[in-house]
């Protein structure tokens, strides 16, 4: 329902877990309605991906998250490429709209959370790069390159300083907004600061393989063959090609291993593959 959008499933206690509108994931859910739709033409999963996907509308005012792409544009946007609904059009331009309002110049880059701002002056996530698609297609949509720009210039910020000389990513990198300096290079979600958390190398790799498919700029495509390269020849990926969820975990091989992190590095070089073969 409105309130609760399923998120996970464990059949080890036939339970589902459920988010709010709010939740970074809860745009997944409409999403996979209506791939799936795509691929059966059953119209019970159009119909449901409808409903759904109208539960998450209110989301793009809430200016307060970085997460308008994961939410808005996997729900609105799956959903606009199968009916062309000038209402979800209205609605992805709102949504890059109010994503833009949390672009720094001086930074240049979308700010991703607003708490811990006690430690944390202006902190961007190489998550951030999966919100690109957003803005990108606002500007598709709409003719104003503005989207576009933004878009860019957060690309190029993250390019310069979220990548190590392996070329594995930092989770967080902090700024000083008055100068746009980098004063921390830290971790929320990794094993420690200097460790390579397995999503946060999968968001890199689809997030520079996607920009350079709106671009055509090499140096994207570049950074998304060598940051493919760091994950695909690293000494601790299993041979099933899960990664564990860090790379760097001490605890290896009894680590959990992360399949979102696997999922979204596989999606990633489908794409790649076709711009390098």
Avoid at 237 to 247: H, V
Avoid at 257 to 262: C, G, I, R, Y
Wanted: proline fraction near 3%; charged fraction near 20%; hydrophobic fraction near 35%.
């Amino acid at each position: 329902d409105s309130v609760s959008i399923p998120r996970s499933f464990d059949p080890k206690i036939n339970k589902i877990f459920k988010v709010a509108p709010k939740d970074w994931t809860s745009g997944f859910y409409p999403g996979n309605l209506w791939q799936l739709y795509k691929l059966t033409e059953n119209e019970a999963f159009k119909s449901k991906a409808r409903d759904v996907t109208a539960y998450i509308e209110k989301e793009k005012f809430n200016d307060g998250t970085h997460d308008m792409g994961f939410k808005i544009y996997s729900s609105f946007g799956e959903g606009f490429e199968v009916t062309k609904n000038e209402h979800y059009e209205n609605v992805i331009l709102e949504s890059a709209g109010t994503l833009a309002t949390r672009f720094n110049e001086t930074v240049g880059s979308i700010r991703s959370w607003d708490f811990n701002k006690d430690i944390w002056e202006y902190p961007v996530i190489i998550d951030n790069m999966m919100n690109l698609e957003l803005l990108f297609e606002a500007t598709k949509i709409s003719g104003d390159s503005a989207f576009h720009k933004i878009a860019v210039q957060h690309a190029n910020t993250t390019l310069i300083n979220h990548f190590r000389d392996n070329n594995s990513s930092f989770h967080v990198i902090v700024y000083v907004t008055v100068s746009g300096n980098v004063i921390d290079k830290v971790t929320h979600q990794g094993y420690n600061d200097s460790s390579s958390w397995a999503r946060g190398q999968a968001w890199g790799i689809y997030g520079f393989t996607m920009c350079y498919r709106y671009t055509n700029n090499p140096v994207y495509l570049e950074q998304a063959e060598k940051s493919a390269e760091f994950y695909l020849k690293h000494k601790n990926l299993s041979d099933d090609g899960i990664p564990f969820w860090d790379f760097d975990d001490p605890s290896l091989p009894n680590a959990l291993k992360d399949v979102s992190a696997a999922t979204v590095v596989a999606s990633a070089l489908v794409e790649l593959a076709s711009f390098t073969n």
